[in-house]
């Protein structure tokens, strides 16, 4: 978005400096951009000139992504296709002069990668929706003259699998005409049969309505919840979008990630991990090589990740670094840290004579016994103290209850 031109706060940088006048904003500004500099001189400056959707694609397939989301549009109402409504305030008539949605949709799709486009139901000065918010919402201007039109306009053309919708707190679902929207979309759209939507609709609607729930973002839920969702997070701690002064302190490091990845996954929730790219268009180096540890990570533990379910008990409750997922009879135990005297401890499953024991990326099986109290102590492969630098294990028990 025009946001990667500032690249400093973060995304809601126009909303800080003009919304707020928040007074580091305005120091900035003042320190490097002429006097009365306005937001939508940022635009020209917004080049993509880097942008090439296909090493995109194929970054994220190697990070063991399954679906990608892009920010079709933020609530600086900046839209990343030729939208008919936003006249010459998207990336076709202005800026990188591309459609940089339907660009990453062909990209993602060449690679069998599924698309989400990110969509944000308000605009924060966008003048139709100052008066529809003058008047308590009881007028719908901005509503069918900017935002469905956009909503129909980006489904017919790109068809995406997900929409992850935002920006609706401040007015109710009966504003935004959600669910008729959302009628039309499961019911008449081209993507009626595939389509999958969040939470975001409307005042009230978040963790109560919609295909899958975000809640909040980086919501983490106590227990396991009873509707599907979805744990979105960000690489850079303090913003989703790209900061030039973001610092490595302020990066998530792997033992998070797969941390934040294996506990959203035993609660039965997807995982959405946020880069934002600069105003060139590119991945910065510290975010790719985050994203390839992950990859790593999964080629060799995917298999107690990718369509697995909850199981009965999702964490050892002595302790939150062991963590459960299953697939049909098959339990997985991934455990965060790695015992001391090489013996796993796990109380929760219930071992048979004929119980089998592997650790995902170590041939062979794995010697175990019965607990004199309960559940089973599992011998891990001696290891030299300095291998398990990386965080997560998993080993694959076959035969337990």
């Known amino acids: 978005g025009v946001f990667s031109v500032p690249a400093w706060g973060s995304e809601w940088f126009w909303w800080h400096w003009r919304g707020q006048h928040d007074a580091a904003y305005e120091r900035f500004v003042r320190r490097r951009f002429p006097p009365g500099t306005a937001y939508a001189e940022f635009a020209p400056r917004f080049t993509a000139h880097d942008f090439q959707p296909r090493q995109w694609a194929r970054l994220f397939q190697r990070a063991g992504a399954r679906y990608v989301v892009l920010t079709a549009k933020h609530h600086e109402g900046f ?19 591309r459609d940089l949605v339907g660009e990453l949709g062909e990209a ?28 308590y919402f009881k007028t719908q201007s901005f509503v069918l003259k900017k935002t469905m039109p956009e909503l129909y306009d980006l489904v017919l053309k790109y068809k995406p699998d997900v929409i992850w919708s935002d920006g609706d707190w401040e007015a109710p679902d009966s504003y935004w005409n959600s669910t008729s929207f959302l009628a039309w979309l499961y019911n008449d759209s081209p993507v009626k049969d595939t389509v999958v939507v969040n939470d975001r609709w409307g005042q009230g609607c978040s963790c109560h309505h ?12 106590g227990s396991l919840p009873e509707h599907k969702w979805e744990m979105c997070s960000s690489l850079d701690k303090l913003s989703w979008g790209y900061r030039s002064n973001m610092s490595l302190a302020e990066v998530m490091d792997e033992r998070s ?10 609660l039965g929730g997807n995982y959405l991990l946020n880069v934002g790219p600069t105003k060139e268009g590119v991945i910065v ?12 990570w999964l080629d060799t533990n995917g298999e107690a990740i990718y369509e ?26 991934i455990f965060l840290l790695w015992p001391l005297d090489n013996v796993l401890h796990l109380s929760s499953p219930l071992p048979s004579p004929g ?11 794995l010697q175990w016994q019965q607990h004199p109290g309960k559940g089973m102590l599992i011998t891990l492969p001696f290891v030299l103290p300095s291998l398990p630098a990386q965080s997560g294990w998993a080993v694959k028990l076959e035969g337990v209850k």
Not at 87 to 97: A, E, K, L
Not at 215 to 221: E, M
């Open 285 to 296: 180096p510290i975010f790719q090589e985050r994203l390839l540890a992950l990859g790593r």
């Open 355 to 365: 119980t089998q024991v592997t650790l995902l990326g170590f041939g062979g099986t």
């Open 257 to 266: 990630m797969i941390e934040e990845l294996v506990q959203t996954v035993s």
């Open 79 to 97: 839209t990343n296709w030729g939208s008919p409504v936003s006249w010459n305030w998207n990336s076709v008539d202005t800026g990188p002069h």
């Open 308 to 333: 697995t379910q909850p199981w009965r008990v999702q964490m050892e409750n002595t302790t939150d670094t062991v963590w459960y997922t299953s697939k049909g009879p098959v339990v997985f135990a």
């Open 210 to 221: 919609g295909g899958f729930y975000n809640c909040a973002d980086k919501y983490r839920p």
């Open 108 to 135: 993602l799709r060449e690679s069998n990668l599924r698309y989400g486009l990110y969509h944000s139901l308000m605009e924060w000065f966008n003048p139709l929706y100052l008066a529809d918010k003058q008047n």
